[in-house]
C-alpha cells in the first residue's frame, strides 16, 4: 500500500513545453493538494481540491493547471513551463480537513525547467 | 503572503539540549500543526494543536499555542541527532488551505 505515488520523481524539461506531474492515492482521502517547495519559501500552495471535480486555487496558481476526475488522481499541468518553476512540487492529502487530520505527503517530484 | 512564519531559520544544537522553535501566524485559525522534513523527503506530522487548547504533549514533543499573540512554540527535550530536519508549521484557517511557514531547519550535533 504505498499511500500516496506521485511521478515521475524527477523531471528535466526545456522552457516552454508542457509537463504533468502525477498524483495517485490508495486512500480514497477527499482532499489533495498540490504544494512548491522553494528555498526561502517554504511551502506554497498550489491547488488543492476538495472532491472529485472540485478544484480552488491556492496561494500561487498562475501557470498551472489542475483536474480531478477521479477521486484517487490529482494530476498538475505546466501548461508552458518556465525556469521559475523548476522546484520540488508535492501532492498531499487529508481525508477531512473540518476536523484537523493529519496532512499526507508523498515523497514529491523534483523538476528542472532548463 | 504565507500564513506561518517560523523562527528561528536555523538551530544548531548539542545533542541532549532541547530545541525551541517558533512560528507565528497572521489570522485567526481553526487549529496549528507541526511537521518534520527530513531532507530530500515529504513532510510527516508531529503534532495537532486545537484552537481552544494552549499546550499539548506527545514523546519528546511539546506544542503551545497562544492564539492572542498568533504564535506557536514546539520543543523538542532532550535532541538527539535523528531529530535534524526541517521543522513546518501549518495552519487552518478554516477554508481547507492549509498554508506553511518557511521552516526551521534544525542541526543536532552528536
Known amino acids: 500500500d504505498a499511500g500516496i505515488t506521485q511521478s515521475p520523481r524527477y523531471k528535466i524539461t526545456e522552457t516552454g513545453r508542457q509537463v504533468t506531474l502525477m498524483c495517485h492515492q490508495t486512500?480514497?482521502?477527499?482532499?489533495m493538494f498540490w504544494y512548491r517547495q522553494d528555498l526561502g519559501h517554504g511551502l506554497r500552495l498550489i491547488y488543492y481540491?476538495?472532491?472529485?471535480?472540485?478544484?480552488d486555487k491556492g496561494e500561487v496558481p498562475d501557470g498551472y493547471v489542475v483536474s480531478r476526475s477521479k477521486t484517487e488522481n490529482f494530476p498538475l499541468t505546466l501548461e508552458s513551463a518556465t525556469r521559475s518553476q523548476t522546484s520540488v512540487y508535492f501532492c498531499?492529502?487529508?481525508?477531512?480537513?473540518?476536523?484537523?487530520?493529519?496532512?499526507?505527503f508523498g515523497e514529491g517530484s523534483w523538476l528542472t525547467v532548463v | 503572503s504565507q500564513q506561518g512564519e517560523e523562527d528561528p531559520q536555523a538551530l544548531s544544537i548539542q545533542e541532549g539540549e532541547n530545541a525551541t522553535m517558533n512560528c507565528s501566524y497572521k489570522?485567526?485559525?481553526?487549529?496549528l500543526q507541526w511537521y518534520r522534513q527530513n531532507s530530500g523527503r515529504g513532510l510527516v506530522h508531529l503534532i495537532l494543536?486545537?484552537?481552544?487548547?494552549r499546550e499539548k504533549h506527545s514523546g519528546r514533543l511539546r506544542v503551545t499555542l497562544d492564539t492572542s499573540k498568533k504564535s506557536s512554540s514546539l520543543l523538542i527535550t532532550a535532541s538527539r541527532a535523528a531529530d535534524t530536519a526541517s521543522y513546518f508549521c501549518?495552519?487552518?484557517?478554516?477554508?481547507?488551505?492549509?498554508?506553511f511557514g518557511t521552516g526551521t531547519r534544525l542541526k543536532v550535533l552528536a
Open positions: 498531499a492529502t487529508n481525508p477531512s480537513p473540518g476536523q484537523g487530520n493529519t496532512i499526507y
Open positions: 486512500w480514497s482521502h477527499s482532499y
Open positions: 481540491s476538495a472532491a472529485a471535480d472540485i478544484t
Open positions: 489570522t485567526s485559525i481553526n487549529n
Open positions: 494543536i486545537r484552537s481552544n487548547e
Open positions: 501549518a495552519t487552518d484557517e478554516g477554508t481547507y488551505k492549509y498554508i
